[in-house]
């Protein structure tokens, strides 16, 4: 079977700048990685390859994660953030009926083609930067039919583009104006017909639950869980964002793949998560659009070793971000990550809340090869420099898929 040799990478299999492997070279065969390690270790087998491609010494590391989306929706909510910036607090405007259900009114009403173009905007700038996988929630549509669209929109936007696509299932995001003083038959309809319908039809991944004092309490994100459980879907959960309520110890007896957000986190929530294996995904891009000022407990999930991802969060609402490399930036400015924790954050940490076995975060043989090589001197520039493009090739599925080397077409 052909292969192809890519030759002389500063190799960073797991994003570590403490593991690196100079003058590397790494061997793909039918989209994986067959062999990767010091050109001078090549075995005799790969020496003839299909292919040959020289990356003139760059760091090379995994693709990059982006495990936390609300990536399709429809408009924007500038007039929003201006209001805001004239006094007016998120909770205020979310109680005004604006905020997330004023996105509800822009999804639904558009056409799938228009979504997926407004989407597709967004997501191209995350790929220029790296990405290889990236996880899309619904939560804009919140009837059958907005949801059904949200989640064909994410699914056309992996196969219209080199990258995974991971979709979530958040029919529980905000109470739709129809069945305002009713939640808890909203919650019928997420649970009992829009969860199983869509589940069939084969475009939910994972399940989220927004648990917030301006959202669902707990009992009624356990209800969502256990539908999951029902369908045998993963879960994850929006917790402790604004407040605590100790959704993450709930997300943690259910298994979930992640709990996030996580600024009033205790260490009760902590040790739950470490117990059950989920991962904490830090969203500073909201942290900071937000003006947020209780940090997460960075040094408590440390301490205790929960894994801790990073990622954009983009939506319109509180997280109006296309660039991965940003918060990274963030991650380290706002919350103190160190420069190896930042990369494991949107790499193997990533992979993990995505639950999907295909995407490791890291490469090793038998891994997919999807990689970066990057025009920098050192890895810590991918979390230094604020809006700098630094991506030079992405490889995905061991074919490139963009470009961006000076003189490249
Ligand atoms: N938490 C968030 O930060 C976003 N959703 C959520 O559950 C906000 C979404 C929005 O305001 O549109
Ligand atoms: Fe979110």
């Known amino acids: 079977m052909s292969y192809t040799l890519w030759t002389n990478l500063r190799l960073a299999p797991g994003a570590d700048p403490a593991h690196a492997v100079e003058d590397a070279c790494l061997v793909e065969q039918d989209g994986r990685i067959a062999w990767m390690g010091p050109r001078a270790h090549l075995p005799a087998r790969w020496s003839g390859p299909d292919q040959e491609h020289e990356l003139g010494g760059r760091w090379v590391t995994p693709g990059l994660i982006d495990c936390h989306t609300h990536l399709v929706y429809g408009g924007n909510r500038a007039e929003e953030f201006a209001l805001r910036l004239a006094g007016a607090s998120y909770e205020e405007i979310a109680r005004q009926g604006g905020g997330i259900v004023s996105s509800v009114r822009a999804t639904r009403a558009l056409d799938e083609e228009t979504l997926l173009a407004q989407s597709l905007r967004r997501l191209d700038a995350l ?179 929960v894994p801790m991802a990073l990622s954009t969060d983009s939506n319109p609402g509180t997280s109006p971000c296309a660039s991965l490399l940003l918060v990274l930036n963030m991650a380290s400015t706002l919350f103190r990550l160190t420069v190896p924790e930042a990369l494991a954050g949107v790499t193997r940490h990533a992979a993990r809340a995505l639950g999907d076995p295909d995407i490791t975060g890291e490469l090793k043989p038998g891994a997919r090869a999807d990689f970066v090589a990057w025009d920098v001197d050192s890895l810590a520039e991918l979390v230094y420099w604020l809006g700098l493009p630094r991506c030079a090739l992405v490889v995905r599925h061991g074919r490139i898929s963009r470009d961006l080397r000076k003189g490249a077409a």
Not at 140 to 167: H, I, N, Q, W
């Open 127 to 305: 790929l220029d930067e790296g990405v290889t996988a990236i996880e899309i929630k619904s939560g804009y549509g919140l009837d059958l039919e907005s949801e059904r669209k949200m989640l064909r929109v994410a699914r056309r936007l992996g196969e219209l583009r080199p990258v995974t696509v991971r979709t979530t299932f958040l029919g529980a995001h905000a109470l739709p104006p129809e069945y305002a003083g009713r939640s808890d038959d909203y919650l019928n309809l997420v649970c009992e017909d829009m969860m199983p319908a869509l589940a069939a039809e084969g475009l939910i991944d994972a399940v989220d639950v927004f648990c917030e004092r301006i959202a669902f309490d707990l009992p009624q994100s356990e209800r969502v869980f256990q539908a999951a459980r029902t369908l045998g879907l993963p879960v994850k959960m929006h917790a402790e964002q604004l407040s605590n309520l100790g959704g993450s110890v709930l997300a943690s007896r259910y298994r979930a793949l992640s709990a996030d957000h996580l600024e009033y986190l205790d260490e009760a929530g902590v040790l739950a998560m470490k117990q059950a294996g989920t991962v904490a995904v830090l969203l500073p891009g909201a942290f900071y659009f937000l003006r947020e000022r209780q940090l997460p407990p960075i040094e408590l999930l440390r301490r205790h070793g």
